[in-house]
């Protein structure tokens, strides 16, 4: 069942195959999202490293910095970067 644009009406319907139930009307900008999205974004997007904490590091930034530091600087500095705060880039330990 196909409508015109007009005043904010549906564009479209959603229709149940098998039973031929209305389900619900489509409006201009509405997705269809098919459930292999859905499984996959519960997976890998939505729950992705849960509980895992977050840092901000900037790969060049260390890139760059590699050919200046000792062996002990760069072990220290990988040792402190799970301890900067994803919000601000201050070292922490313990919220």
Request: net charge negative; proline share 3%.
């Amino acid at each position: 069942m196909n409508y015109t644009n007009d005043d904010n009406k549906p564009l479209a319907a959603v229709i149940d195959i098998e039973t031929g139930e209305h389900l619900r009307d489509l409006f201009a900008g509405d997705k269809i999202v098919q459930s292999k999205y859905d499984e996959y974004t519960e997976k890998y997007y939505v729950n992705f490293n849960k509980g895992e904490i977050f840092v901000k590091a900037y790969t060049n930034t260390l890139l760059n910095l590699n050919p200046y530091l000792t062996t002990r600087e760069k072990s220290v500095l990988f040792e402190i970067i799970p301890l900067i705060s994803y919000k601000d880039g201050i070292l922490r330990y313990d919220n």
